[in-house]
């Protein structure tokens, strides 16, 4: 199944799934290209074919990143890919499936941690990141490991007056999750997206971690 987070082959590269709306499939590869096709273009592709099982990214990370604007969105799944390779030696799942061996830099077997952190650092700067010193590249692995992609946003980007008021963010990505599944179907309903909300919620974080809150009289909510 095509899902964001999973990754395909594609005129013989592999690419990520970095977003699916409607007919349009967002692709991404190692290198940073982006592309946006139709899906009936990309599965008619001669060497079209998903690679392993696309692993599902928590409710929270993909729901928030969605709202991030598309070039920071870029760079943190940029970030992504190179962190991965500091930590296992291949950017992606999918090289590791493919059975690539470790640019020998990142090889887990004959350098540690801290020589592959210093080993990204160098390399980042030199592809114009900035000044990016070992600590840097260290900071952005912590906060990967805690936070899952939405850790490596720059929320200077993120600062901005939001509709949702003092909704915890939580449960403002549970609700855009919820919409998105509801979308397309005839008789959706504020009850049913309600309960799906509350459902995704309780999967996520835990059964009766967090409340759906009651939409206000002067609003309401409503569904796509």
Do not use: C
């Amino acid at each position: 199944m095509l899902a964001v987070g999973g990754h395909v082959v594609f005129e013989s590269r592999t690419w990520q799934v970095v977003g699916l709306q409607g007919q349009q499939v967002r692709l991404l590869d190692e290198q940073g290209a982006v592309v946006t096709l139709l899906a009936n273009y990309l599965f008619a592709a001669a060497d079209f074919a998903l690679v392993g099982t696309a692993v599902r990214a928590a409710v929270p990370q993909w729901g928030l990143f969605a709202t991030v604007p598309l070039r920071e969105q870029e760079r943190a799944l940029a970030w992504q890919r190179h962190i991965r390779e500091v930590e296992t030696g291949q950017p992606a799942a999918a090289a590791a499936a493919a059975g690539r061996v470790p640019r020998p830099e990142y090889d887990p077997a004959t350098r540690t941690l801290a020589q592959r952190e210093l080993a990204k650092a160098e390399e980042l700067t030199a592809l114009g990141f900035g000044s990016i010193a070992r600590t840097t590249v260290q900071r952005m692995r912590l906060s990967y490991r805690a936070q899952g992609l939405w850790g490596l946003v720059d929320h200077r980007t993120t600062r901005t007056y939001s509709r949702t008021g003092r909704t915890d963010e939580r449960v403002v990505a549970a609700v855009l999750e919820a919409m998105r599944r509801q979308r397309g179907r005839s008789k959706g309903t504020v009850k049913g997206l309600r309960q799906l909300t509350a459902q995704i919620l309780d999967q996520t974080h835990g059964p009766e971690t967090l409340k759906v809150p009651h939409p206000p009289r002067s609003t309401g909510w409503s569904t796509p």
